[in-house]
């Protein structure tokens, strides 16, 4: 029989973590007494009895720059590491309150423990990114360290350092545990399906079974959020010679290729000719 939730997640990685974090209840206010931005200040001064989620987020975007093309993104980039950019390490101009008639019942499905492709990745490398800047709202990187010494502190005492794939990916799963959000994951599942079920009252249907017992589910929804990512997803060009035994199109294929070059399926690539196409995480991991 199927289950109603106001909203199902499909993807638990750090996109889908943060949402849930809100969907249980969590609210952003806008607290700092500045702002190196005094125009964005100004607008936040303003209504700080108002949370960000209510408020004109176009607006509030207007004329922020950055490297992302969602304005939204630009926007909690600036709130949450203000000036990040430019080297600055500010502490966040917003703080995080919970609001428990906010609360909206909801399902987060992943195929793995919560952190998403994360958990698939090479734990020995080092993130593109500073380590604060992989951090969730309202338990920064840091304070997680804390409960997790090493004799080495990758994130450092200004959070200017990169951090080991591995240890963002058990901070995500921490997360998780720390804020009290496990009652709403559903890992180790795989969707199968998602189809409008009736058109006029606008509701979903979510499908899919456990990858460990092989249990099926399904949730009736009003709304559904896609959050998988592009990780396992490469994006194919449709040119000429794409589909060539040399081409690689992930990275973990590609380590195969240097790694076995006398292998018959791996045939030898010269690495003073390797030309890498792209400029995301896996062009800068290559």
């Known amino acids: 029989m199927a289950e109603y939730k106001e909203v199902v997640i499909v993807g638990n990685g750090p996109s889908g973590i ?7 209840g969590n609210w952003p206010f806008y607290t700092a007494t500045s702002h190196p931005n005094p125009y964005l200040h100004a607008r936040l001064d303003a209504k700080r009895d108002v949370s960000l989620v209510e408020q004109d987020l176009e607006e509030l975007s207007c004329g922020l720059e950055g490297r992302s093309n969602n304005p939204v993104s630009l926007l909690l980039d600036a709130l949450i590491h203000p000036d990040a950019d430019l080297g600055s390490d500010e502490e966040p101009a917003l703080s995080w309150s919970h609001e428990p008639s906010r609360v909206l019942d909801h399902v987060v499905v992943g195929a793995g423990p919560p952190g998403g492709s994360w958990q698939r990745m090479d734990g020995s490398i080092l ?6 800047w992989m951090e969730l709202p309202g338990f920064t990187f840091r304070e997680w360290e804390q409960t997790k010494p090493r004799a ?10 990169r951090a ?11 997360y998780v545990e720390h804020k009290g959000l496990v009652p709403y994951f559903r890992s180790f599942s795989h969707v199968t399906s998602v189809r409008i079920v009736d058109e006029k009252k606008g509701l979903w249907e979510v499908g899919g079974y456990d990858t460990e017992t ?7 929804t009003h709304n559904v959020v896609l959050a998988v990512g592009q990780y396992d997803e490469p994006k194919l060009l449709n040119v000429d010679g794409e589909d060539l ?23 030898q ?4 000719r390797l030309a890498v196409v792209g400029s995301g995480l896996s062009a800068a991991d290559d």
């Open 18 to 24: 943060t949402l849930s974090f809100l969907l249980a």
């Open 127 to 132: 993130t593109i990114s500073l380590g604060s």
């Open 152 to 161: 080495v502190s990758y994130c450092g005492t200004n959070g200017h350092n």
């Open 164 to 174: 080991p794939v591995q240890r963002v990916a058990q901070y995500y799963r921490d």
């Open 214 to 220: 092989g249990v099926t589910f399904r949730y009736i």
């Open 245 to 267: 035994s040399f081409v690689c199109h992930d990275l973990s294929y590609l380590e195969d290729l240097l790694q076995y070059p006398q292998v018959p399926m791996y045939p």
């Open 269 to 272: 690539v010269p690495i003073q």
